[in-house]
């Protein structure tokens, strides 16, 4: 059993929602209560670990916690000495205070770090929408982040606060069990461009620059001849890296992903649409799976989102459920409605460009939610977590 303080009652009902159900794998049942300041969670066998609320209860009215002046301006470290139930040496406090009391006698664990509103930050990306700070192609990006500030970028700090919070259960319960999860290597391409030779004037700009900009004729011959051996059969076009991605994937007992991109709406955009079925029908025969790349401003454009899919939906024959924004363009929690909408399964945007690292702090996929209509979506986010540019 699990009592709540009774006011941002949506938000408070996902983030338990997400631990437990999601990632602990348990039942449990809510009550709310008037008047209180903590979140008091009751084991069937009397334990009670009672976490401190430093955040929700400072807001009344819905919404009213979505300001910057909310963001952590610092973040204090509690170390193994001062809390046996960590998983690491240490752990971050985003929200709580370095406090952790175990009463023997009654059973009970107080523990001042306040690891739902922390989880909630961190999940739900609501510190990118008070934050103005965007990068040139209109990006959060990862030096305004606070898990970046304070070095825990790095870190699955959600998971970290989970395996916390199933440590004190344990301590207290030991008829109580978690579900199982296994670790999975998870390989995506993003097909930006799918071949570099794909029509006779294809590349020239590129062999014009080695002559003009380089001056290196060398160059400039190679590249003609590589062009000239592709358009002829003669060898590989250069971009055909299809069988030697799905080679490596096998080699190590997994699959790829193969996220499809055919749109113009934008400069940063390519359309691959004449190549599509000829790519899907090769990786389909090996087993492998095709999702979803929308254009660069897919992410904030519904209309854009929707007709790029339908085409390319039309053009190999099935439908896409999962994929990633071209360029990580993503703006919370616009992006994330735009795909719910558009049914997809879930996505795997989030990641900063620059860096490599936990943009969401977790490892696991998660249910996630819109921030604005305070509701939780269909939609999963699998976090990208290291992409090969970075």
């Not at 430093?54 to 809390?83: A, W």
């Not at 008070?130 to 192609?137: F, G, L, M, T, W």
Request: aromatic share 16%; with cysteine.
């Amino acid at each position: 059993k699990i009592f709540i303080p009774d006011n941002n009652i949506n938000e408070r009902q996902y983030i338990v929602d997400v631990i437990f159900r999601e990632f602990l794998g348990l039942d449990y049942l809510v009550e709310f209560r008037e008047n209180t300041s903590v979140w008091e969670i009751e084991l069937k066998d009397r334990g009670r670990i009672i976490i401190e609320d430093h955040f929700f209860r400072k807001f009344q009215r819905d919404l009213e916690y979505l300001n910057i002046k909310n963001i952590p301006h610092s973040v204090k470290f509690q170390d193994k000495k001062n809390n046996p139930f960590l998983s690491e040496c240490d752990i971050p406090i985003i929200y709580g205070e370095d406090k952790l009391a175990i009463d023997e006698n009654s059973k009970t664990i107080i523990c001042g770090i306040d690891i739902f509103a922390s989880s909630f930050f961190m999940l739900t990306r609501w510190e990118e929408y008070v934050n103005p700070s965007r990068d040139e192609y209109n990006r959060f990006p990862h030096t305004e982040s606070i898990a970046y500030k304070f070095n825990f970028l790095h870190r699955p700090i959600v998971n970290e606060y989970v395996e916390m919070l199933w440590n004190m259960m344990k301590y207290l319960s030991f008829n109580i069990y978690r579900k199982k999860r296994n670790f999975q290597i998870l390989l995506t391409h993003d097909i930006d461009i799918a071949f570099k030779y794909s029509s006779l004037i294809s590349g020239s700009r590129e062999i014009l620059g080695d002559i003009l900009k380089r001056k290196n004729l060398i160059l400039a011959f190679e590249n003609m001849k590589t062009k000239i051996m592709t358009h002829l059969n003669i060898i590989k076009d250069p971009y055909d890296t299809f069988d030697y991605l799905m080679d490596i994937s096998e080699r190590f007992s997994t699959k790829s992903y193969f996220f499809l991109h055919a749109s113009t709406s934008s400069v940063y955009d390519f359309d691959n649409s004449r190549y599509l079925k000829t790519l899907v029908d090769k990786i389909k025969s090996r087993g492998h799976f095709i999702g979803y790349h929308p254009s660069f401003n897919a992410y904030k454009d519904i209309e854009i989102f929707r007709k790029d899919k339908q085409k390319i939906e039309k053009i190999i024959g099935i439908p896409l459920k999962f994929g990633r924004q071209h360029w990580l363009t993503f703006e919370a929690p616009t992006t994330w409605q735009i795909w719910n909408d558009c049914n997809m399964e879930w996505d795997s945007t989030l990641y900063y460009a620059d860096e490599e690292g936990f943009r969401c702090g977790v490892c696991y996929p998660y249910s996630v939610f819109n921030f604005l209509t305070r509701k939780k979506l269909k939609l999963k986010e699998k976090s990208l977590t290291i992409m090969e540019w970075t």
